[in-house]
């Protein structure tokens, strides 16, 4: 089966610093990561998704780096701000699988 | 607002209680889920439902029965429930399952305390 972990329960960064949040992953036949955000009292909300056919996805202010060999990924946040303070989860889908499984979360907080 | 839309957002009951959690989305998805989120765990998968038929049931105890009357409503019904089930339930649909590329749209969840 798939599993999903996060290296560190909590990440502690100054804003305008860059955060790295990473994940490991079990299955090497997982073929789709998403990173999700959860702000307290909300649900999940994506963040950025990348397929195991790329090593590397950008959007605004994030990046989703996947290294397949050694089965790990990570959401790097550039100039980090207050308003990125949130749980930040990670979750895999492989072939077959109906529905997606999720990381413990990593919790940033970010020091004015 | 996500699309997906959870109710209530609280809710405590005793354990000889009988409740239901409700979870509604128009965006027109096939695919609804349910999960559980307990402190410092990983989310965990409950239920999965496709085209209104359930596709998953991840060993979920029989004090929790879901019903999925029609692709946009998903319900979540508890009775007898033990005070380690208290924990944030979270409802999401998503286009399809079975699908290399898709995302999910998550509620905002139902905060649930059994005393």
């Known amino acids: 089966g798939e599993s999903v972990g996060l290296h560190l329960p909590t990440l502690s960064v100054q804003e305008g610093d860059n955060s790295i949040i990473n994940c490991a992953y079990s299955n090497s036949a997982s073929d789709y990561f998403i990173w999700y955000k959860q702000e307290s009292g909300k649900g999940p909300q994506f963040i950025i998704d990348?397929?195991?056919?790329?090593d590397k996805r950008q959007g605004q202010r994030v990046t989703v780096l996947l290294n397949k060999t050694v089965k790990h990924l990570s959401l790097q946040i550039a100039a980090t701000q207050p308003g990125d303070s949130a749980v930040y989860f990670c979750a895999g889908e492989g072939p077959g699988r109906r529905a997606l499984t999720f990381g413990s979360g990593t919790r940033l907080q970010v020091q004015p | 607002e996500t699309g997906v839309t959870q109710t209530p957002r609280h809710l405590v009951m005793g354990m000889t209680n009988k409740k239901s959690l409700k979870c509604e989305q128009h965006?027109?998805?096939?695919?609804m889920y349910w999960y559980k989120q307990s402190a410092k765990k990983p989310l965990e998968l409950m239920f999965v439902y496709s085209l209104e038929e359930r596709v998953e049931n991840n060993s979920v105890p029989s004090r929790f029965s879901p019903e999925c009357p029609n692709s946009s409503h998903l319900f979540l019904h508890l009775h007898t429930l033990q005070p380690e089930d208290s924990a944030l339930y979270l409802c999401?649909?998503?286009?399809?399952?079975?699908?290399?590329?898709?995302?999910?749209?998550f509620g905002s969840g139902t905060r649930l305390t059994v005393v």
């Open positions: 999401a649909s998503s286009p399809d399952t079975g699908t290399v590329s898709y995302g999910y749209t």
């Open positions: 990348i397929r195991s056919n790329m």
């Open positions: 965006l027109g998805h096939n695919a």
